[in-house]
């Protein structure tokens, strides 16, 4: 991924963190997302609308604060001649917790992937899962449909599909026919089937070979989709690549759309088999002495020094970062047990310290491991390998070089 592109995620990430921390004292908070591709003019007119509709609302405080919220994210918008490439996203609100005083704040962002939600939301919080999706770690799968009409082949990051490619087939459909006339007819049309294949698997492996590609799932209408898949037109590599295969009723961008739908139990099969071949690859690691630890401590250690590759983290780990401040005047910032951060003592007088601020230990660890180009994993307990890392404290890396 390009330094610019990361540097984006990691400034969504902060965002997403300062918008969840902002509560309206009503319903009151405006989250607007422009999808990319979409008129920003026409977005104005509808937030034109909702001012109208704001006019209604009873409370005057309430309605004085949407209908101000409304105003600011709309002259903002006017300072667009277009919508941005990847769309637009604006909140706005009182965030003041005093009743009667204003603090209207607004935060814009163009993403830094396509927005493809349109939305006008009022709240006492603001809307922020479609930005979530943006910022979580996406497994690429491929998705190959193949029948006698045509080939169509596509990417899976996450849940959205997109279409890579699309060919057709210059096979003829099949007629009623008999004597010489029709066994050469069929004899031609089996080559056009041949040469079809051949097509597709140059296509399939043009879309396909990249290692960031996780597996590929092939469907169809048809048996055409058997015969592309265990004849010879595919190398050991590709075939090595292909997870599933799956009957389906369409073919073209409906058909990719319906492989993804059909094909859930096989992508839940793929991530707990990743799971359980990182963090299999940990332990060989661990009981061999080599690239790997374990333990809070010993993996922060490691991806402040850069060695750490991989940051394995137990899903239901009980950690949490917790900023923490003493009436005497002394503060820190450290991880501890959700357990114990209200026993938390003092440094410096050993009195219990107030919290100031916490987050998810697992948001922390990626915050610093991005600094470093370290990846943070998240294990699940579902597996028999997933239980031993969370029963050694949930937390583990695999190292660049040994330390």
């Given at each position: 991924?390009?330094?610019?592109?990361?540097?984006?995620?990691?400034?969504?990430?902060?965002?997403?963190?300062?918008?969840?921390?902002?509560?309206?004292?009503?319903?009151?908070?405006?989250?607007?997302?422009?999808?990319?591709?979409?008129?920003?003019?026409?977005?104005?007119?509808?937030?034109?609308?909702?001012?109208?509709?704001?006019?209604?609302?009873?409370?005057?405080?309430?309605?004085?604060?949407?209908?101000?919220?409304?105003?600011?994210?709309?002259?903002?918008?006017?300072?667009?001649?277009?919508?941005?490439?990847?769309?637009?996203?604006?909140?706005?609100?009182?965030?003041?917790?005093?009743?009667?005083?204003?603090?209207?704040?607004?935060?814009?962002?163009?993403?830094?992937?396509?927005?493809?939600?349109?939305?006008?939301?009022?709240?006492?919080?603001?809307?922020?899962?479609?930005?979530?999706?943006?910022?979580?770690?996406?497994?690429?799968?491929?998705?190959?449909?193949?029948?006698?009409?045509?080939?169509?082949?596509?990417?899976?990051?996450?849940?959205?599909?997109?279409?890579?490619?699309?060919?057709?087939?210059?096979?003829?459909?099949?007629?009623?026919?008999?004597?010489?006339?029709?066994?050469?007819?069929?004899?031609?049309?089996?080559?056009?089937?041949?040469?079809?294949?051949?097509?597709?698997?140059?296509?399939?492996?043009?879309?396909?070979?990249?290692?960031?590609?996780?597996?590929?799932?092939?469907?169809?209408?048809?048996?055409?989709?058997?015969?592309?898949?265990?004849?010879?037109?595919?190398?050991?590599?590709?075939?090595?690549?292909?997870?599933?295969?799956?009957?389906?009723?369409?073919?073209?961008?409906?058909?990719?759309?319906?492989?993804?739908?059909?094909?859930?139990?096989?992508?839940?099969?793929?991530?707990?088999?990743?799971?359980?071949?990182?963090?299999?690859?940990?332990?060989?690691?661990?009981?061999?002495?080599?690239?790997?630890?374990?333990?809070?401590?010993?993996?922060?250690?490691?991806?402040?020094?850069?060695?750490?590759?991989?940051?394995?983290?137990?899903?239901?780990?009980?950690?949490?970062e917790v900023e923490f401040l003493c009436d005497c005047g002394f503060s820190e910032k450290t991880i501890v047990k959700k357990s114990e951060k209200s026993s938390h003592t003092c440094k410096q007088c050993s009195k219990n310290m107030k919290v100031v601020g916490e987050r998810e230990m697992v948001e922390a660890l990626e915050e610093l491991a991005a600094t470093t180009g370290a990846k943070v994993v998240h294990i699940s307990r579902d597996t028999a390998e997933g239980e031993q890392l969370y029963q050694v404290g949930g937390i583990g890396a695999l190292l660049r070089y040994k330390i």
């Amino acid at each position: 991924m390009p330094e610019d592109i990361a540097e984006q995620r990691r400034k969504l990430k902060k965002l997403i963190e300062e918008l969840e921390q902002r509560r309206g004292r009503h319903t009151e908070l405006v989250t607007v997302y422009v999808p990319a591709g979409s008129s920003i003019t026409d977005m104005m007119g509808q937030l034109r609308n909702e001012q109208g509709t704001a006019e209604n609302i009873k409370s005057k405080a309430t309605r004085k604060n949407v209908v101000n919220a409304l105003d600011k994210i709309i002259q903002h918008l006017k300072l667009y001649k277009r919508t941005p490439a990847n769309g637009l996203a604006a909140f706005c609100g009182n965030v003041s917790e005093k009743e009667g005083v204003d603090d209207l704040q607004l935060w814009t962002l163009e993403p830094p992937d396509q927005l493809f939600t349109k939305l006008y939301w009022c709240d006492q919080r603001f809307d922020l899962d479609p930005l979530r999706d943006m910022v979580k770690e996406k497994e690429i799968y491929g998705l190959f449909v193949i029948d006698s009409t045509d080939a169509d082949a596509g990417m899976l990051r996450g849940k959205r599909v997109s279409v890579l490619s699309h060919m057709d087939s210059p096979v003829p459909s099949k007629i009623a026919a008999g004597g010489q006339s029709a066994a050469r007819f069929e004899r031609v049309r089996q080559g056009l089937i041949e040469d079809h294949m051949k097509r597709a698997a140059s296509m399939f492996r043009e879309q396909f070979e990249a290692e960031d590609v996780r597996g590929v799932i092939v469907g169809g209408p048809g048996p055409m989709k058997e015969k592309f898949v265990e004849g010879d037109y595919l190398s050991d590599s590709l075939k090595k690549k292909i997870i599933g295969v799956k009957d389906i009723g369409y073919t073209g961008d409906h058909g990719l759309d319906e492989l993804f739908n059909r094909s859930q139990d096989i992508l839940k099969e793929a991530a707990v088999a990743k799971e359980k071949e990182i963090v299999k690859g940990f332990f060989d690691e661990l009981h061999r002495g080599g690239k790997a630890v374990y333990g809070l401590n010993e993996v922060r250690k490691a991806i402040e020094m850069g060695a750490a590759a991989t940051v394995l983290v137990s899903e239901k780990a009980e950690l949490e970062e917790v900023e923490f401040l003493c009436d005497c005047g002394f503060s820190e910032k450290t991880i501890v047990k959700k357990s114990e951060k209200s026993s938390h003592t003092c440094k410096q007088c050993s009195k219990n310290m107030k919290v100031v601020g916490e987050r998810e230990m697992v948001e922390a660890l990626e915050e610093l491991a991005a600094t470093t180009g370290a990846k943070v994993v998240h294990i699940s307990r579902d597996t028999a390998e997933g239980e031993q890392l969370y029963q050694v404290g949930g937390i583990g890396a695999l190292l660049r070089y040994k330390i």
